[in-house]
Structures are given as C-alpha cells and as structure tokens.
C-alpha cells in the first residue's frame, strides 16, 4: 500500500488544505501526519512541543509518517518539518512526493491567519525565512513535482490531480 501522492513544504504552502481537495477529487481518503501525531499523543502539536519540546514531537513524527506511508493509500500531507530527518527522506524516495512552493510574504500572512504553529511563535516573518531557506534543498531532494501555490487552492489541487495522470 501506498499514497496516491504526499505533500510536503513549508508552514502556509498549503499541504493540509489542498492534500484534502486532490483526495476530494480523486475519491480517496485525505491523511495528515500532524492530525495523526495528536490523535495519537491525545494532546495538540502546540500542547506537545511546550510539555515535551521539538525533539520529542519530532520522535513520533517519525514514527508517524512511516506507518502512514505503509498503511495509507489515499492523499498524504507531512508536516512542514518532517523531512528534516534523514532516514524519512529515504523512505520518501519510494514515494511520488510534491513539493508545495510558496513565497514568504504568501507564507506568513497564511500562517498569520490560521492556527497556532509553536516552531512560529514571535518572529513569523524571521522563522519562516530561515526555515525555508534551511529546508528548500530537502524538500526538493524528495518531490518528483514542484507546484507553485501562488493562486487559488483548487488550481493547486487540478495541476496535482493533472500530474498523476488522473
Ligand atoms: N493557495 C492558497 N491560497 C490562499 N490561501 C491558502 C492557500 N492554501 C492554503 N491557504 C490557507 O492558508 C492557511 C494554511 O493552510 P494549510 O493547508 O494549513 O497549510 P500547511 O498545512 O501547508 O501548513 C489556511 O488558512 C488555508 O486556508
Ligand atoms: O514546519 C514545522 O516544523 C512544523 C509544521 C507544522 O505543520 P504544517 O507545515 O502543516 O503547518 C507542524 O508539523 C509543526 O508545528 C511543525
Ligand atoms: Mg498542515
């Protein structure tokens, strides 16, 4: 078993809401590892980075997205951080992977706007610029597909569907 496609990029690309509109379309189910880690963990992503910090979260991350690549054969969204760790960019070398690009300014206000991101508290703008510029080489090394996010949702989510020749 295996994803139909997973997405990664950074916080704000879109992973969450477009992974669900590709699944949606295509008429399989929609997985998220961070949805899977809190019902897992019974707390939320925020509640787990203060009580048991990054590393911790990171641990069961791991773990997470390897069961999900196993089990899962619908859409699959990452974390934005879960291709730090080695040993899943390996794993994701077996998977058809995009890549969700997306510029800082689009990142920051989307992010702003949303939930809380615990790795974002205080400086957004300054995180999130580091972090994208850290990570860039790592998610390109894993995705098949780059697709820019830099308009509506559901045009993400058709130049995804049109990819995988759907
Ligand atoms: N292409 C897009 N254009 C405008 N807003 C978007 C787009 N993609 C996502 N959003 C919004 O940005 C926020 C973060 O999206 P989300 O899917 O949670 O991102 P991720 O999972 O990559 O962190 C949400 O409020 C979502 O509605
Ligand atoms: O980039 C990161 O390190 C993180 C991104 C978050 O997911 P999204 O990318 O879906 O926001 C979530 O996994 C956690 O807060 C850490
Ligand atoms: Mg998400």
């Known amino acids: 078993m295996s994803p139909v496609v997973v997405l990664v990029g950074a916080p704000g690309s879109g992973k969450s809401t477009v992974g669900r509109l590709v699944a949606d379309t295509l008429g399989v ?12 963990a019974g707390q939320q992503i925020s509640e787990i980075f ?8 990171r641990a069961l991350e791991k773990a997470a997205v390897k ?6 054969d619908g859409v699959l969204a990452l974390g934005g951080g879960a291709i730090l760790d080695a040993d899943t960019r390996i794993l994701l070398k077996e998977h058809r992977v995009a890549f969700l690009e997306v510029t800082l300014a689009d990142a920051a206000s989307r992010v702003g706007l949303n939930r809380d991101r615990p790795l974002l508290l205080g400086n ?3 995180t999130l610029l580091k972090l994208m510029d850290e990570r860039r080489p790592l998610y390109e090394e894993v995705a098949v597909l780059t697709v820019r996010t830099d308009r509506e949702p559901e045009e993400v989510a058709a130049e995804i569907v049109e990819s995988l020749g759907k």
């Open 124 to 126: 957004v703008r300054g």
């Open 29 to 40: 189910l929609f997985r998220d590892s961070d949805a899977d880690i809190e019902a897992a």
């Open 50 to 57: 203060v009580e048991h910090g990054e590393p911790h979260f």
């Open 67 to 72: 069961e999900a690549l196993a089990a899962h």
